[in-house]
């Protein structure tokens, strides 16, 4: 239900009697109603009046409703906010230019009164609707934190604890199976950061968080931590780099994810007995290549 006096409904038009023929209707449906006969008044009332809906006239003098609705929407605490452009006008191209500056709807002059309230309802309905899905998506960043938070404690605990005994039972132990037992660990925490990139990447565009390093020494270490999975599955691996370090300037955490999964896809669909070669090469000065091969398709995943 969208009807009741949490719902605040700011008017702008320049004609007074305009906003007194709409006043008693939706004060029937039970809106707050606030009023600005002008834009400059308007920009200057929006933060008190903090409206969940706009009722914009297009032709008024100095700023008209078109450039209004253009500024309001600009401002990021007010872009979502429904905008129903009030107008005369019926030439496509004036209809236009309200769309091009952010309207959300149009209803014509004279007002119907029933196309008034059904409009507003609409309008009010989908903002009510946006909300609930920022709620929801607000709770799903919170239990991606949550699982984050309880993830990341116990997977510190398996690398120290790894480390101890490589360290301190190195006799006892062999070498590669605690080097095993950290690349899991570390790949599990890279996993856990995944979960968060795709909540990132569902809200927003992800900032690259750019650093310098050898793309020799990545490609080796993504190939140690596939060297397990690749056993299992009975897929060689082969390492085809530059002799010379290759740096370059690149976000390692998005490098390695897409290469991580570039080889898990290679090592799963390959046939037993075959290999699978990662390739880094410099086309150009300023680019980095790489080229995951299978050799038993013969095909580049």
Same mark, same amino acid.
């Not at 570039?262 to 007995?273: D, Q």
């Given at each position: 239900?969208?009807?009741?006096?949490?719902?605040?409904?700011?008017?702008?038009?320049?004609?007074?009697?305009?906003?007194?023929?709409?006043?008693?209707?939706?004060?029937?449906?039970?809106?707050?109603?606030?009023?600005?006969?002008?834009?400059?008044?308007?920009?200057?009332?929006?933060?008190?009046?903090?409206?969940?809906?706009? /009722?914009?006239?297009?032709?008024?003098?100095?700023?008209?409703?078109?450039?209004?609705?253009?500024?309001?929407?600009?401002?990021?605490?007010?872009?979502?906010?429904?905008?129903?452009?009030?107008?005369?006008?019926?030439?496509?191209?004036?209809?236009?230019?309200? /769309?091009?500056?952010?309207?959300?709807?149009?209803?014509?002059?004279?007002?119907?009164?029933?196309?008034?309230?059904?409009?507003?309802?609409?309008?009010?309905?989908?903002?009510?609707?946006?909300?609930?899905?920022?709620?929801?998506?607000?709770?799903?960043?919170?239990?991606?934190?949550?699982?984050?938070?309880?993830?990341?404690?116990?997977?510190?605990?398996?690398?120290?604890?790894?480390?101890?005994?490589?360290?301190?039972?190195?006799?006892?132990?062999?070498?590669?199976?605690?080097?095993?037992?950290?690349?899991?660990?570390?790949?599990?925490?890279?996993?856990?950061?995944?979960?968060?990139?795709?909540?990132?990447?569902?809200?927003?565009?992800?900032?690259?968080?750019?650093?310098?390093?050898?793309?020799?020494?990545?490609?080796?270490?993504?190939?140690?931590?596939?060297?397990?999975f690749a056993s299992q599955m009975q897929v060689q691996l082969q390492n085809y780099v530059p002799l010379s370090p290759a740096i370059a300037h690149l976000d390692i955490y998005l490098v390695r994810r897409a290469l991580?999964?570039?080889?898990?896809?290679?090592?799963?669909?390959?046939?037993?007995?075959t290999s699978i070669e990662l390739r880094i090469s410099r086309p150009h000065a300023d680019q980095i290549q790489f080229d995951v091969i299978d050799q038993g398709a013969g095909v580049p995943d």
């Open positions: 239900m969208v009807q009741g006096k949490e719902h605040s409904i700011f008017i702008v038009d320049d004609e007074p009697s305009n906003f007194d023929i709409m006043e008693p209707v939706l004060e029937a449906e039970g809106y707050f109603l606030a009023y600005a006969p002008n834009a400059e008044r308007a920009l200057l009332r929006l933060d008190a009046v903090n409206p969940n809906l706009i /009722l914009l006239d297009v032709m008024m003098p100095g700023i008209d409703g078109v450039e209004l609705c253009k500024t309001i929407k600009a401002m990021p605490q007010w872009q979502y906010t429904p905008i129903i452009m009030v107008t005369a006008l019926t030439a496509k191209e004036d209809l236009a230019r309200c /769309l091009d500056a952010g309207a959300d709807d149009f209803i014509s002059k004279p007002i119907n009164f029933q196309e008034l309230k059904a409009r507003v309802r609409s309008m009010l309905r989908i903002r009510e609707q946006f909300e609930q899905i920022q709620e929801l998506m607000t709770a799903r960043d919170a239990m991606f934190n949550m699982i984050v938070h309880d993830l990341r404690n116990p997977l510190t605990s398996i690398s120290m604890t790894a480390e101890i005994i490589g360290r301190y039972y190195h006799d006892h132990v062999d070498e590669k199976y605690t080097e095993r037992l950290t690349r899991s660990a570390d790949k599990m925490s890279r996993l856990v950061n995944d979960i968060l990139l795709i909540g990132k990447l569902q809200t927003t565009l992800p900032q690259a968080e750019k650093q310098v390093i050898d793309v020799n020494q990545l490609a080796e270490s993504v190939l140690g931590d596939a060297e397990v991580d999964n570039l080889l898990t896809n290679a090592i799963k669909f390959s046939p037993v007995g």
